[in-house]
């Protein structure tokens, strides 16, 4: 059971990252249409973040999760949370930004988060 556990998070983990992937080039294309000076910068570099934390959590999905690695399980667990927890805090809970799209990436986070965690419990360490 652990290795459908295992498959179900890194397919949550690689889901989140591709939808923010999407939300980084969208926030880029955004950053590009102000003017130019600290805001512009502090959107970009944003942009930039949310595009690392993305590209962490589909390789660290694809080359660990999927394995069931504990080390994937904690990179993944660390990475995504450090990522969704201020977007929740501070655009979501707000009321920034509402509707499925507020939500959507938070509910793969938990997804990921639930699915390996049960994986990792559920595992026969040898």
Do not use: C
């Amino acid at each position: 059971m652990s290795r459908v556990f295992a498959v179900l998070g890194a397919a949550a983990y690689f889901a989140w990252g591709v939808l923010h992937l999407l939300a980084a080039a969208n926030s880029f294309r955004f950053a590009g249409g102000v003017e130019e000076g600290l805001v512009q910068g502090r959107l970009f570099q944003s942009a930039f973040y949310v595009a690392a934390f993305a590209l962490v959590a589909i390789i660290v999905a694809v080359g660990w999760n999927w394995r069931n690695s504990r080390a994937g399980y904690w990179v993944n667990l660390f990475v995504v949370s450090m990522a969704d927890i201020p977007f929740v805090l501070f655009i979501a809970l707000p009321g920034h930004m509402t509707g499925p799209e507020a939500w959507l990436g938070p509910s793969l986070w938990a997804v990921g988060l639930v699915t390996s965690t049960l994986a990792q419990v559920t595992a026969k360490r040898t």
